[in-house]
Every structure is written in C-alpha cells, then in structure tokens.
T-cell receptor, first 111, second 113 residues
C-alpha cells in the first residue's frame, strides 16, 4: 500500500498542552502535506513541507521532515479546544499525480 | 488558493439509485481529483479528472460505478451509480497542481439505506 501511517491513532490532551503526531511513509516524495478535518467535513490544508526542507513553522504549528527515516511530525503548541479534529498527513510521491493519505490521528483537546 | 464548493452537502439515498455530486472551483484548474472517505477511514483516491480527456480511475474503481464528467476547467461531477449501503461515505473533490498544495471541497456526506 502506498498509504502512510500515523501514530497515535488517537490522542487526548488538556488545553494548553502540546500535541505531537507522527507520520511515516514508504516511498520517495516531492513534498508532504498536513491537513485537518473537523468532524466529517472537508479538509483544511495546514502546511506543506518539501523534500529538501527539514522544518517548517506556521503559527502554533511546527512540522519536521526526515526523508532518511521517511517520517514527519506535526507539533501543535499551546493546544486549544478548537484544535479538536482529525489530522492527516499526505505525501506527494515521486512519479505520482495525486496525494496518498495517512491513516489519521484523532486529536481531542479537553477544555 | 482555490475555493471549492460541492453540491449536495449531504444526502440520504435508497439502494439501487444514483446520485450525482457537483464540484465547482472559483478558478480554472487542469487537474481535479475525486476522493472517497469511508466512515472512520482515511481518504482514498477514486479518479483524476482532467478537462478534455477521460478520467483516470484508481485500482478498485470503475467508470460504470463512478462515471465522471469534466466539461470545463472549473467544474466536474461524480456519479455514484446503483448505490448500496457500502457506498455510504464522504465524497470529496480537490484541485491542485503537481508538487503544490492540494485544496479540498467541503465534501458530500452520503448515506445509503
């Protein structure tokens, strides 16, 4: 399967804590993208990190990419209840024309 | 970025019927994608729809079951034919250029009874 895997599958934290989600994949990539999905709605694009980048920040989000280990992590700092959602990584794989999505992490932030 | 709308946002259908989902983009795009997300699962690509050519289907998806139209650079439809309860999913369209950000519509939540 070309689908990535994420862990943990579910994560529950207190508001104000940091949340870290990990994504692993199997093939060479052009970039890796992280998305958020609130309760069965559409996907919101969070951040794109290219294969030649190692770290990227956007507001309270920090994404790292280790192409040697074929893994990425998404860190959400100072979490809020509104961050409660499912988070997916998606890889833009070399030679492919579409994204391959990970299995997702369900994050619950408790007020 | 691209703004994408989908119709309907949700529907409840009887088995054996068909539903056509519309996807409208606010700008001209070459590549449009249709994904399915089954309950509690991740997204799976159904097909890639490029204007002026036949859609390209992924393994496990066939044109007879999921016919796609792409009449112009801002619009596409996906039909779910002869539906069964197993077709209950969220269907999402997306647009994006190769190696760039891909944007998603709000999805169509389908329940087949």
């Amino acid at each position: 399967s070309q689908q990535g895997e994420e862990d943990p599958q579910a994560l529950s934290i207190q508001e104000g804590e940091n949340a870290t989600m990990n994504c692993s994949y199997k093939t060479s990539i052009n970039n890796l993208q992280w998305y958020r999905q609130n309760s069965g709605r559409g996907l919101v694009h969070l951040i794109l990190i290219r294969s030649n980048e190692r770290e990227k920040h956007s507001g309270r989000l920090r994404v790292t990419l280790d192409t040697s280990k074929k893994s990425s992590s998404l860190l959400i700092t100072a979490s809020r209840a509104a961050d409660t959602a499912s988070y997916f990584c998606a890889t833009d794989q070399t030679g492919a024309n579409n994204l391959f999505f990970g299995t997702g992490t369900r994050l619950t932030v408790i007020p | 970025s691209a703004v994408i709308s989908q119709k309907p946002s949700r529907d409840i259908c009887q088995r054996g019927t068909s539903l056509t989902i519309q996807c409208q983009v606010d700008s001209q795009v070459t590549m449009m994608f249709w994904y399915r997300q089954q309950p509690g699962q991740s997204l799976t690509l159904i097909a890639t729809a490029n204007q002026g050519s036949e859609a390209t289907y992924e393994s496990g998806f066939v044109i007879d079951k999921f016919p796609i139209s792409r009449p112009n650079l801002t619009f596409s439809t996906l039909t779910v034919s002869n539906m069964s309860p197993e077709d209950s999913s969220i269907y999402l369209c997306s647009v994006g250029r190769l190696q760039e950000t891909q944007y998603f519509g709000p999805g169509t939540r389908l329940l087949v009874l």
